[in-house]
């Protein structure tokens, strides 16, 4: 069963930075992991996703929103997918989703959230102006 812990949300300044992690149990296989996120009264959208590879350097994919400001990554050492987000601003507040595609597929969409099978808690990002 694969787990994901995720962690670093919290409150901030508009302009302000946060870096969320998630981390899975070590020897999970991943095709891709993202993040999403939800704020009140709207749908859950795709925000960053990477297409995890052995040896780092998976292409990755950004909203529009975010494209610019939020960074996604991977350490394959501590098995931890970081989105690191600058310059945050009030529409940003949400609560933030790790997710995971565990099995192998193709014709990915990698922000589509149908495409992943494992999420994690969430974790709470709040901007204030």
């Known amino acids: 069963q694969v787990e994901l812990v995720e962690s670093g949300g919290g409150s901030v300044q508009a302009g302000g930075s946060l870096r969320l992690s998630c981390t899975t149990s070590?020897?999970?296989?991943?095709?891709?992991m993202g993040w999403f996120r939800q704020a009140p009264g709207k749908g859950r959208e795709g925000v960053a996703a990477i297409r995890t590879v052995r040896g780092g350097g998976g292409s990755t994919y950004y909203a529009d929103s975010v494209q610019g400001r939020f960074t996604i990554s991977q350490d394959n050492a501590k098995n931890t997918v970081y989105l690191q987000m600058n310059s945050l601003k009030p529409e940003d507040t949400a609560m933030y989703y790790c997710a995971a595609l565990s099995l192998v597929v193709e014709g990915v969409s990698p922000l589509s959230q149908v495409e992943y099978n494992v999420w994690g808690q969430g974790t709470q990002v709040t901007v204030s102006s």
């Open positions: 070590e020897d999970t296989y991943t095709m891709y």
